[in-house]
């Protein structure tokens, strides 16, 4: 199957600061790539999608300006959180969608995750 | 709106028993794709089995087969011969054709007793 990267794993950080997490599709092109908040024993809930070329499009009760979303080529999509609070603090997962070309199915896959810790 | 629900929490079997974890989904739409995707410790999603929703025929992928039955909108995972490794949170998920989004249950943690 393709391989889908995140980094970092983890990160610790002060709050007030910003970070950067990337998620790279490694062997395929990926138009578009997912950004999903994982807390503690729970299920995965998408927070946006992230279109290449063009402006991300965020779910209900996301705030665009503190989570800001760059697809800047079909095989990077770079998560910012920016002036962290410990509230911030989860498990980020991206997952990315290749492009087959044909039929209804395009298969996502999913990075490793990133763990944020906000002091 | 798509809903996905997981009515088990936590689940255990003893090692080499069959294990069933439930998922039951509501949705208007008539075509459709079901996963089971498998969490383990290391928190990396990995997709078990997909289903597409227009074919009658249940998928099997190894040990793990499904239940799927669309009248009752339910789409129920099947583990024989389990093994310590398929310890993990295993969430069922729907997406619409053609669609991006998946919409997940909340997870059963299935632990796998040696």
């Known amino acids: 199957g393709a391989v889908v990267s995140q980094h970092p794993s983890r990160v610790i950080c002060k709050s007030g600061t910003s970070v950067k997490i990337e998620c790279r599709s490694l062997?395929?092109?990926?138009?578009?790539m997912f950004w999903y908040r994982q807390f503690p024993k729970q299920s995965l809930m998408l927070m946006a999608t992230?279109?290449?070329?063009?402006?991300?499009?965020?779910e209900q009760g996301v705030e665009k300006d503190k989570f800001l979303i760059n697809h800047a080529s079909l095989t990077l999509s770079t998560l910012t959180v920016t002036s962290a609070h410990p509230e911030d603090s989860s498990f980020y997962i991206c997952?990315?969608?290749?492009?087959?070309?044909?039929?209804?199915?395009?298969?996502?896959?999913f990075g490793p995750g990133t763990r944020l810790t906000v002091l | 709106a798509q809903t996905v629900t997981q009515s088990q929490p936590e689940m255990s079997v003893q090692e080499a028993e069959t294990v069933t974890l439930s998922c039951t989904y509501d949705?208007?739409?008539?075509?459709?794709?079901l996963f089971w995707y498998k969490q383990p410790p290391s928190r990396q999603m990995i997709l078990v089995i997909r289903q597409e929703a227009y074919k009658q025929q249940n998928a099997t992928e190894n040990r793990f087969s499904v239940n799927f039955q669309k009248a009752a909108k339910s789409f129920s995972l099947k583990i024989s011969d389990s093994q310590l490794g398929d310890t993990a949170m295993y969430f069922c998920?729907?997406?619409?054709?053609?669609?991006?989004?998946?919409?997940f249950g909340t997870g059963t943690s299935l632990t796998v007793i040696p």
């Open positions: 062997d395929f092109q990926a138009t578009t």
């Open positions: 997952s990315a969608r290749k492009n087959s070309g044909t039929g209804f199915w395009n298969e996502q896959f």
């Open positions: 949705t208007s739409e008539s075509n459709y794709y």
């Open positions: 998920a729907f997406m619409k054709r053609g669609g991006n989004q998946f919409y």
């Open positions: 992230s279109n290449e070329g063009s402006k991300a499009t965020y």
